[in-house]
Nanobody
Framework: QVQLVESGGGLVQAGGSLKLSCVAS????????MGWFRQAPGKEREFVAA????????QYTDSVRGRFTISRDTAKSTVYLQMNRLRPEDTAVYSC????????????????????WGQGTQVTVSS
């Protein structure tokens, strides 16, 4: 079991940027593929972005591709989500998740593929 703690959320105007961080309490961070999900009020949780254990494969949902970038720093056991050109429809609670795929290049885009979740951080984009 790995503990995940997100930070970096907040209130920003449309067109602005935020960078989310997720620190994992593990010394074997390289074993984990990481993902970001979000859930807006009254909506189901949705996939946002994922990165492989090796860090050389990324995947994004269509609505954020070209605006958001996921990255990881193994030395800091941290995964990031850089969010640019934010829109009001990006408003949600953002949570990071960790999974343990066999292959280093695997990316997970479904929440049932992740076994560890953070508590989430609120992102609010005003129009």
């Amino acid at each position: 079991q790995v503990q995940l703690v997100e930070s970096g959320g907040g209130l920003v105007q449309a067109g602005g940027s935020l960078k989310l961080s997720c620190v994992a309490s593990t010394r074997t961070f390289s074993r984990y593929a990481m993902g970001w999900f979000r859930q807006a009020p009254g909506k189901e949780r949705e996939f946002v972005a994922a990165i492989s254990r090796s860090g050389d494969r990324e995947q994004y949902t269509d609505s954020v591709r070209g605006r958001f970038t996921i990255s990881r720093d193994t030395a800091k056991s941290t995964v990031y989500l850089q969010m640019n050109r934010l829109r009001p429809e990006d408003t949600a609670v953002y949570s990071c998740a960790a999974g343990e795929p066999y292959w280093s290049t695997t990316v997970y885009d479904r929440d049932n593929e992740y076994r560890n979740w953070g508590q989430g951080t609120q992102v609010t984009v005003s129009s």
